[in-house]
C-alpha cells in the first residue's frame, strides 16, 4: 500500500492504495463517490470519465498511483449548494437522461470540453459537440437530447 | 373544462436529478453487512458430458465459503426456462458455452474467482450443432435426450407451434398480379445495457428471502425465486424483490436467469448474504440477446397494389435452453398479420435447440425481425409492381375502426398520416445525386397494454397525508423511460395538485400492488389508466369533505373580512358544485371568488382530525385490466390490446460505392403516439429506438464460431456513438385514443421496429441492391455493390 495525497473535488485528501488499483475503485472505494460508474472496466464506454487536472479521463485505466498531486474533479463536485451546475440542469430540461448510468461521465466529459472550449462558448458547434462526447456511450437515448443539452448550455454561457 | 395543467407538458423527469447527480445507487452501488460474493464457472464447450468435478483445491482457499456444484445443489431437480429445460447449475451435460457448471460464495471477489479457476472440470466433448436447418434434420446431434417430465425428446424442434392464418390463401395467391419472395436473416443483437447485471440475496431468520436485483417484472421475479424456495424445501416462505435503480433493461430483465438462481442457492448454503456482480465481458457471455430469425416470405397484390395474401415461415435458432426468445413469434403475428389490410395471411414459426446461445426479450420482442422482413418484401414488390413504394403504403394503409385477421381491433389509426409526414418531411418525389436514396418502413405494435399473461393488469395504491401529499405505491418499474413521472403528472392533473406533490414508490413486492412488469410499451398506458382510477376516487373523497366542511371553514376564513358576502355558502353543500385546481378547493362556476376557496390540505385535516367522531383519511386503490383477450389457444387470434401504436420511419442515405459506408443523411419518425403526455419523455422513447434500430441495421452483431462468442466487449461489437448521430426529425400524431389515458398509446418498444428495413430500402434506392441480411455492415454493402457491378 503506497499513501498519495491528492486534490479531490476541492479538498486536499490522503489515502493508501494499492500498486494496481484504478482511480475508479478508489473513489468509490475509498471515498465513497459513487457517481462514477463502472460500465465496461476496459476504457471503453466512458461511464467512468473524471477529471483530471482538468481533462477527461477514464478512471478505470488510470492507475490511482499516478493521481499522487493531481486534481481530480467527479460528478460530486458540480452541484453548488443544492444548486445544480448549468450543464446538470440543461440534461434535466432536455430529458437527457434516461437509465442514467451513463450520466455522469457524459456530463464530466461534456465539462472538460467547456471548460476547455477555446472561443466563446455560444459559438460551438454540433459536430465539435459530438466529437468531444464520442468515447461516452449511452444505450437509452440516441444521444439526441443529451447534445441538445451540452449545447443549450453553451449558449447560454456556462 | 379547465386547460390541462400538466398533461401534454414537457415536465423534467422525476428520477432524473439524483441520476444527473450520480447519487442514484445501482446494483453496482449496493452491498449488505457481512456480504459474500458469489462467481459462476462456465462451460468450456459448446457441447459436453460433464464427466468429472473437482473442488478439492478450490475449497481450500482461504476465504471460500460454499461451492455450488451439482454434487452440492439442494435443489437438483429445479429448472427454469419457458419449457423448464435449463437447471441453473448443469448436471449431466453442458449445451452452450455460458453454461454454469460450478459457482462460489467468497468473503472477496478475488478469492471467489480464483477458486472459479481452481475447479477442475473433466468434460468428454460431444459433437455441436450451430445451424437451425441442420440442427432440425433427423440425424442431428441431440441437444436434449429428455424434458421436464422425463419423457425421452426425439428431435431439436421445439414442442411450441406458431401458428396463424386468415383468409383464403391460394384464392387470393390466384388473384394475385405481382407476387415476390425473399429470405431474410437477423442475428444476435444485444442490449448493451449500461449499467450490468447483478443481485444481492439474503434469507432472514424466517428464512424468507430478500432479494435486491434490477428487474422489469419484480412480482414475476417473486414467483419465480418462490417456485425455488419450495424446491429448497423452505415451504410457504416468500420472496421480496427490491430493484435499485436499474442501468437499462430493454428486455434484458424481462426474465429471471441462471445467476440470479445461483445467487440465492448460494445464499442458502452459506447462511449469508451473497452478491453476484457482472463485469462488462459476462454480461456479453451471461445475458442473453435479441433472437436471431430466418424469415422466409412472400407477398402479392393485385395490378394496382393492394396487397393480395402475405406467406411467411420463420426458423429460430433457439439456441441450447428456452427464455422468451422462443416465444417472439406471438408478437410477430401482430405485424405478419395487421400491418397494412391483408385479406388473406398464413405466417408459421419453428425454433430449433442449437448449442449457440439463448436469446430472450429485446424491445420490440420478434416485431423488428418481423417488420425487417415485411417491410423489405414490400418495397421488393412494389418494384415489381412498378408503383411508389410510398403509394403503396397508403394504398394498403390500416384504418381506424377496422378489425384486422388477428382479430386486433383499431380503435384509431395516423398510419395515413404518417405517410404522408414522411413523404413531405422527407421531400420524397425529389431527384437526388447519384449513390443517395429514400426508403421508408411502417409499423404496427401493441399500444395499450399485451395478454401474454392471465392477467395484464396493474395496481396502484394513493393515499394523502395531512398536507396534501400524495404517495402513490405502483407495481411500475422505471427503466429511466420515465414511467414514474407519467403517473405523477396524470396523478396532479386529475386531482388538482401539483406534480411535485407527489411521490412515487415503487420496485418493492412488500410494498407496491402487483403489475405484470415493464414490457410490451405497457407500463405508462397501464398505470396511468389505474392512476385516473385512483386520483379520481381520491379527488371525490376531498370534494365529499368538502362538502361537509367547507361552509364552517369559509366562515372561519372570513370571519374579519368585512366584504365578505355568504350568498354563496349554500351552494358549498354539494360536491357536484365544487373542484379542485392548483391545490385549492373552491366553487367551480365562481372561480374568480377566492374567499370561497379553500386550500386542500385544509380540507384533508377537517376530514382527518374530528375530535369526538371518527376521522377519515383519503386512501385509495386500483386494479385495472385492460379489457382485451388472449390469444386463442388454437388459432392464435384476440384482441390482446386496447389500442395500437402505428409509425412511417423514413430515411434518405448515401452509400459509398468505394467502401460500402452507409450514412444517413436525414431520418424521419412520424408516429401515431395517441397523445404525448409528456411529449419530452415520448421523444426521448422514439429518440433512444431509433438509434438502437441504426446499431442493429448497420453495425450490431453478436459473433459466434461453433457457439463461443467472439466479441464480447465494446470494443468487438459496436454500437452507436454520437458520431453516428444524424438529423433526426420526430413528428408526433395525435389521433387522441378512445382507450389511451388522455388519449395516449404505449410507445415504448416502437421506435426501433422499422429502422432496419427503411435503411435497406435506401440503400436499395441509393444503389439498387438488395440486402436481406443484417447488419448491412460496410462489408456486406461493398460486396454486394461489387457483385451488382460484375
Known amino acids: ?158 | 373544462m379547465r386547460k390541462n395543467n400538466f398533461i401534454g407538458k414537457r415536465l423534467a423527469k422525476m428520477d432524473a436529478p439524483e441520476k444527473i447527480n450520480g447519487q442514484a445507487a445501482y446494483i453496482n452501488d449496493i452491498t449488505v453487512p457481512n456480504m459474500l460474493y458469489g462467481k459462476i464457472k462456465r462451460s468450456e464447450h459448446a457441447h459436453a458430458i460433464i464427466k468429472n468435478i473437482d473442488i478439492s483445491q478450490a475449497s481450500k482457499l482461504p476465504g471460500v465459503k460454499t461451492i455450488l456444484t451439482r454434487e452440492t445443489n439442494p435443489a437438483p431437480d429445479f429448472r427454469i426456462g419457458f419449457i423448464q429445460d435449463n437447471p441453473p447449475i448443469k448436471h449431466d451435460k453442458v449445451r452452450q458455452f455460458r453454461d454454469e457448471v460450478a459457482a462460489v460464495a467468497a468473503t472477496d471477489p478475488e478469492i471467489a474467482a480464483a477458486a472459479c479457476a481452481l475447479i477442475k472440470v473433466d468434460y468428454e466433448p460431444l459433437p455441436g450443432v450451430f445451424d437451425p436447418i441442420a440442427a432440425a434434420q433427423e440425424d442431428a446431434p441431440l441437444i436434449h435426450e429428455f424434458d421436464f417430465r422425463g419423457n425421452p425428446i426425439k428431435n431439436n424442434t421445439l414442442p411450441v407451434r406458431w401458428q396463424i392464418s386468415d383468409g383464403d390463401l391460394e384464392f387470393y395467391r390466384r388473384k394475385s398480379k405481382y407476387i415476390v419472395s425473399g429470405t431474410y436473416k437477423t442475428g444476435w443483437a444485444h442490449h448493451c445495457c449500461l449499467g450490468t447485471a447483478g443481485i444481492i440475496a439474503e434469507f432472514d431468520y424466517q428464512k424468507n428471502l430478500k432479494v435486491q436485483m434490477p428487474t422489469q417484472i419484480p412480482f414475476l421475479v417473486q414467483n419465480d425465486l418462490n417456485k425455488l424456495l419450495n424446491a429448497l424445501g423452505l415451504k410457504n416462505k416468500n420472496t421480496r424483490v427490491i430493484s435499485p435503480t436499474i442501468g437499462g433493461a430493454f428486455g434484458n430483465k424481462l426474465d429471471t436467469h441462471c445467476y440470479e438462481y445461483i445467487a440465492v442457492i448460494l445464499a442458502f448454503m452459506a447462511g449469508r448474504a451473497v452478491k453476484i456482480m457482472f463485469d462488462r465481458e459476462e454480461e456479453f457471455i451471461g445475458m442473453a440477446p435479441r433472437q436471431p430469425t430466418i424469415i422466409k416470405m412472400t407477398q402479392g397484390c393485385d395490378e394496382n397494389g393492394l396487397l393480395t395474401f402475405r406467406e411467411a415461415e420463420a426458423i429460430l435458432d433457439n439456441g441450447a435452453y428456452t427464455s422468451w426468445g422462443a416465444t417472439v413469434p406471438s408478437v410477430m403475428y401482430v405485424p405478419m398479420t395487421s400491418l397494412y389490410r391483408v385479406p388473406a395471411v398464413d405466417f408459421k414459426a419453428t425454433c430449433v435447440y442449437t448449442n449457440n446461445i439463448f436469446s430472450q426479450a429485446f424491445r420490440g420482442y420478434g416485431n423488428p425481425q418481423a417488420t425487417f422482413a415485411i417491410e423489405s418484401s414490400m418495397d421488393e414488390l412494389a418494384l415489381k409492381a412498378g408503383i411508389d413504394p410510398l403509394e403503396m403504403r397508403l394504398l394498403n394503409a390500416n384504418r381506424a375502426n377496422e378489425t384486422t385477421p388477428m382479430g386486433l381491433k383499431i380503435s384509431s389509426c395516423g398510419l395515413k398520416e404518417c405517410i404522408e409526414t414522411v413523404k413531405e418531411k422527407l421531400d420524397w418525389d425529389k431527384p437526388r445525386p447519384q449513390n443517395r436514396g429514400v426508403g421508408l418502413a411502417c409499423l404496427t405494435h401493441v399500444g395499450g397494454g399485451a395478454r401474454i399473461y392471465k392477467s395484464d393488469g396493474h395496481g396502484m395504491i394513493l393515499k394523502m397525508d395531512d398536507f396534501g401529499k400524495v404517495s402513490i405505491m405502483t407495481g411500475a418499474v422505471e427503466i429511466g423511460q420515465g414511467s414514474e413521472t407519467s403517473i405523477a403528472q396524470t396523478v396532479a392533473e386529475i386531482i388538482g395538485i401539483m406534480p411535485d406533490d407527489i411521490t412515487v414508490i415503487r420496485h418493492d413486492t412488500a410494498i407496491c400492488p402487483w403489475d405484470v412488469g415493464t414490457h410490451a410499451s405497457r407500463q405508462m398506458f397501464l398505470s396511468c389508466k389505474a392512476a385516473i382510477l385512483c386520483a379520481s376516487e381520491a379527488k371525490a373523497k376531498i370534494l365529499e369533505f368538502a362538502a361537509t366542511f367547507m361552509e364552517d371553514e369559509i366562515r372561519k376564513q372570513n370571519r374579519k373580512n368585512e366584504n365578505f358576502a355568504d350568498d354563496l355558502l349554500p351552494l358549498l353543500h354539494d360536491a357536484a358544485n365544487l373542484t379542485i385546481d392548483l391545490r385549492r378547493v373552491f366553487l367551480k362556476d365562481y372561480p374568480e371568488r377566492t374567499d370561497y376557496a379553500a386550500t386542500i390540505d385544509t380540507i384533508l385535516r377537517r376530514g382527518h382530525f374530528q375530535g369526538g367522531k371518527s376521522g377519515e383519511m383519503v386512501i385509495t386503490h386500483a386494479f385495472y385490466e385492460p379489457d382485451t383477450e388472449m390469444m386463442h389457444p388454437k388459432t392464435s387470434k384476440g384482441n390482446i390490446s386496447e389500442t395500437y401504436a402505428f409509425a412511417t420511419h423514413g430515411v434518405e442515405v448515401e452509400v459509398d460505392p468505394e467502401t460500402g459506408k452507409v450514412d444517413i443523411i436525414n431520418f424521419v419518425a412520424a408516429h401515431d403516439i395517441g397523445k404525448a403526455i409528456n411529449p419530452m419523455i415520448v421523444e426521448g422513447q422514439i429518440y433512444g429506438g431509433v438509434m438502437q434500430g441504426v446499431g442493429y441495421a448497420l453495425m450490431e452483431e453478436m459473433l459466434l464460431d461453433k457457439g463461443k462468442i467472439l466479441n464480447p466487449d465494446f470494443l468487438d461489437y459496436k454500437i452507436p456513438t454520437t458520431m453516428d448521430t444524424f438529423p433526426l426529425d420526430i413528428a408526433m400524431i395525435e389521433t387522441l385514443d378512445p382507450h389511451g389515458p388522455f388519449g395516449a398509446k404505449g410507445i415504448g418498444e416502437v421506435g426501433i421496429i422499422p429502422v432496419a428495413p427503411a435503411i435497406a430500402n435506401a440503400i436499395a434506392d441509393a444503389v439498387g441492391i438488395r440486402l436481406r441480411d443484417l447488419p448491412f455492415t460496410c462489408e456486406k454493402v461493398l460486396a454486394a455493390v461489387k457483385n451488382k457491378a460484375e
Open chain 1, 1 to 158: 500500500m503506497i499513501k498519495i495525497s491528492f486534490i479531490l473535488n476541492g479538498d486536499r485528501v490522503e489515502t493508501w492504495v494499492k500498486e494496481h488499483e484504478m482511480l475508479l475503485d478508489v473513489l468509490r472505494s475509498n471515498f465513497n463517490l459513487q457517481g462514477t460508474r463502472e460500465g465496461c472496466g476496459m476504457g471503453e464506454c466512458g461511464a467512468c470519465t473524471v477529471l483530471v487536472n482538468g481533462a477527461g479521463i477514464n478512471s478505470c485505466l488510470f492507475p490511482a498511483l499516478e493521481i499522487d498531486g493531481k486534481i481530480v474533479e467527479t460528478i460530486e463536485s458540480l452541484a453548488d449548494k443544492g444548486k445544480f451546475h448549468p450543464l446538470q440542469q440543461a440534461f434535466l430540461d432536455h430529458g437527457a437522461s434516461q437509465c442514467g448510468f451513463c450520466t455522469p461521465g457524459m456530463i464530466m466529459s461534456a465539462k472538460a470540453f467547456i471548460d476547455d472550449y477555446p472561443t466563446a462558448p455560444e459559438t460551438v458547434t454540433e459536430a465539435e459537440i459530438k466529437q468531444a462526447l464520442a468515447g461516452n456511450l449511452c444505450r437509452c437515448t440516441g444521444y439526441f437530447q443529451i447534445i441538445a443539452a451540452v449545447k443549450a448550455a453553451m449558449k447560454e454561457q456556462v
